[in-house]
């Protein structure tokens, strides 16, 4: 390698006087962690993890009473906020078929086209319909948490990060097999273990 002479203390190299460079360098160098080296034993067939290592990185099956309660207050906020949502967008059906328009939209109708005007309705239509959907799904959520299963990946059968549960609580999956398909590194750890085990 040609920078095999590189020390890491480049910083102290050039401009700096002595008198700073000795101070400079009380600052203690970034400690490199030793890993132990197992590589003797180490085979085609030895798994990199120990039982136990693996079982850690694996981390628990479910979650606490308390974690649960947490995350079905979550749910039952926005169960709340997506029924009301949904009222709205009922009544603004209603109004669109009875023709009548209510508040700051009655002006802006009536200089709609025909056109516009069925193209607002398929649009609270589907608006309509993806609530209802999130609606659906919060409600499996709520009996996950019931039936104590909530959070557990469908693909791997871990549990799914609670940073992920946090920003899309009605999440069934991890969220790598979700964009990619493919179970995440715990997972298809956890994966090959339920092979083994069978
Ligand atoms: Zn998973």
Redesign the pocket.
Known sequence: MHMGKKTGKTSTRGTRSSSTAGTSRTKKAPVKKVVPVRASRASAKRPLLTRAEETKLLGPKAFTESELRHFKEVIQQKRKETLEELDTLKESMMDVTTGEYVSESSNYSLHMEQGTDAMEREKTFLFVQRETNYLNQLDDALARIEGKTYGQ?K??G?L?PKERLGAVPTAT??AE?KNTNM??ER?RIALARKQQAK
């Open positions: 990946c693909v791997c871990l799914v999956t991890c097999y179970p995440c997972g």
